[in-house]
């Protein structure tokens, strides 16, 4: 799993520096993730899971999660979700990160450093002896505190020889409940943070999940070990930058 993890982190890397307003499409930057993922001996988690048709889930601005890519392209001021699954010698990883798209507002830019900053804080729970409620609880607390909404519809999850495993992991809750953390555990922590509301829609394509009030979202993710020293980012580069 760490080395798939390094086969998604340099993917996000490469995905996210492939980003120009008004010239990348979404289409564009699935079919770079689809190369690179493959070219690294690996396969995209997310290719046909469930019938989904792409590699990576890629939303745009009010899309929280899911969002299948399409020929429009990215716009300057927009910001953009990218997920990716990393299947590798039998085991998966998972992660995501929004970036922004040129030059976006203020407003748009807070919500970004909001949302990567409940992650960490909620990683930073992920340790031996806790429950999963201390990562939900902290995850919440942080952001409702900062005036966002947390989505409640979806959650993060165990993640190891399937995609998506037990336990599940909400980012919401109270402390001190839910399955105790034990070392040797992996799981997906993703807080998926609203402007507004945390309410959301499904279009009709029974994929794309989007914020009730038409406000951004953002969705920050890590896979994690639970390890006796601590929690270990499997999701990461050498630079530590993502």
């Not at 989505?151 to 839910?178: Q, W």
């Not at 609203?194 to 794309?208: A, C, I, K, L």
């Not at 994690?224 to 980012?233: M, Q, R, S, W």
Request: net charge negative; hydrophobic share 35%.
């Amino acid at each position: 799993m760490r080395e798939g993890g390094k086969i998604l982190a340099a993917t996000m890397r490469e995905v996210s520096g492939a980003i120009v307003p008004g010239k990348t499409s979404p289409k564009m930057l699935d079919e770079i993730a689809r190369k690179k993922i493959q070219g690294s001996g690996a396969e995209p988690s997310f290719l046909g899971y469930k019938g989904f048709p792409a590699s990576a889930c890629i939303s745009v601005n009010d899309v929280v999660v899911h969002g299948i890519p399409d020929d429009t392209p990215l716009q300057e001021g927009d910001i953009v979700g990218l997920d990716f699954g990393v299947y590798y010698k039998g085991f998966h990883t998972d992660s995501a990160w929004t970036f922004p798209v040129g030059k976006i507002s203020a407003n748009a830019q807070r919500l970004l450093n909001v949302t990567r900053e409940s992650l960490y804080q909620g990683i930073a729970q992920a340790k031996v002896g806790n429950m999963v409620g201390d990562i939900s609880h902290t995850v919440q607390k942080y952001v409702e505190s900062m005036g966002y909404g947390v989505v409640r519809d979806l959650v993060g999850h165990g993640i190891g020889k399937r995609l998506h495993e037990e336990p599940s992991v909400p980012n919401f809750g109270k402390p001190k409940r839910g399955e105790r953390l034990r070392a040797g555990m992996t799981m997906c922590i993703e807080p998926m943070v609203n402007e507004g509301t945390w309410r959301v829609t499904t279009d009709s394509d029974g994929w794309t999940m989007r914020t009730e009030d038409g406000k951004l979202s953002a969705h920050f993710e890590h896979t994690v070990a639970i390890l006796p020293e601590g929690p270990e980012i499997l999701t990461t580069d050498d630079e530590g930058l993502l």
